[in-house]
């Protein structure tokens, strides 16, 4: 059985462990892992530079996350974590106060640096990372290429997607979103192989502007995920009109979607009217979507979406592949 998920940081990351969860309970292969083959596309536009060190965000969320290092209550960065060099950093008057960079988060963003500057591509480079956090799953930058969001807001300024989402708390209204350097942009290596060669495609709960959407804006994703012959299902992020976590709603805001699991099913798109879906799974909050949606030819159902721990995502992540006949 192969899966591909398409994650952002902490939802996909979080989703993604309860997915091989139950694929080691199911389909395990005798070694404490699974014979399943899951493959993880991560968005990697909220990607940047800092201290002189190459940071990417979404993709350590889920190496820490499936390799048993992340930090559990942030749901990001490393338990155990201290801040040595950014506090002196900042005693030379240097860094971002509003984004710190943690003394072993620091160690994966140099190890990452010395490999891209000896030439490695971004996807041998997380093939390296994995080899020490063994995550359980192959993870494929969306492009070797780097591409960075922005974001335009009212007054004209471009800034980078961190500073608008960790420094003001997306409370700058914003015009558009910017994929900075898509334009010389291609799939990684195995990205558009894993989704046309998948026996099923999953759009975890990640933010579907800036993490999914930035993968699908990459050229030829959404075009391998419109022709594949896999089921692709997603699950909602919004539970009861409210993001399940961050501030997605003004990310929906900004491109005219509504915050409701219904608005952002419709958003993505059924892929028989040349959309990216073929069926969504919704909260028990948002029920009253699932008739509308059924009607128009989605497969829908709602169950409680909420992942408060490993055995409930993994449940949720059942639900999901039931919901298009993938269940192992």
């Known amino acids: 059985m192969k899966i591909t998920v398409l994650s952002g940081g902490v939802g996909g990351a979080r989703f993604t462990r309860g997915l091989l969860a139950l694929l080691r309970d199911r389909l395990p292969d005798g070694a404490g892992g699974t014979s399943a083959q899951v493959t993880v596309v991560a968005n990697t536009g909220d990607d940047m530079w800092l201290h002189g060190v190459r940071v990417c965000p979404d993709l350590d969320t889920l190496l820490y996350t499936l390799g048993g290092g992340v930090h ?3 749901g990001w ?3 155990e974590e201290s801040r040595r060099v950014s506090d002196d ?4 008057d240097l860094g971002w106060e509003w984004f710190t960079l943690g003394d072993l988060d620091l160690a994966t963003h140099l190890a990452r640096t010395e490999l891209l500057r000896r030439g490695l591509p971004l996807t041998q480079v997380v093939q390296h990372l994995a080899e ?3 995550p359980g799953a192959r993870l494929l930058p969306m492009s070797d290429q780097p591409v960075e969001t922005h974001v335009e807001l009212e007054d004209g300024r471009l800034i980078h997607f961190e500073e608008w989402w960790v420094r003001h708390r997306a409370a700058l209204p914003a015009r558009r979103f910017v994929q900075v350097g ?9 990205v558009l192989d894993a989704l046309t060669g998948a026996d099923v495609v999953v759009l975890p709960p990640s933010n579907p502007v800036v993490s999914v959407g930035t993968i699908l804006a990459v ?3 959404r075009d391998a995920l419109r022709s594949t012959r896999a089921p692709v299902v997603g699950v909602s992020p919004v539970v009861g009109g ?3 976590r961050g501030m997605a709603d003004a990310c929906l805001a900004a491109i005219g979607v509504a915050t409701s699991a219904q608005a952002v099913a419709r958003h993505y798109g059924l892929r028989s009217a040349g959309g990216v879906l073929d069926a969504w799974l919704v909260d028990t909050a948002d029920q009253d979507a699932v008739p509308a949606l059924t009607a128009d030819g989605w497969r829908t159902a709602a169950v409680p979406t909420l992942m408060t721990d ?3 995502t993994a449940r949720i992540a059942a639900d999901a592949l039931a919901l298009v006949d993938r269940v192992p």
Not at 89 to 92: D, G, R
């Open 72 to 74: 559990e209550q942030q």
């Open 77 to 79: 960065g490393r338990r």
């Open 89 to 92: 950093l900042a005693a030379y």
């Open 132 to 134: 020490r956090w063994q």
């Open 182 to 190: 898509l334009e010389d942009a291609t799939a990684a290596p195995g």
């Open 219 to 221: 050229p030829g994703v």
């Open 242 to 244: 409210a993001p399940v």
């Open 310 to 312: 490993v055995p409930t």
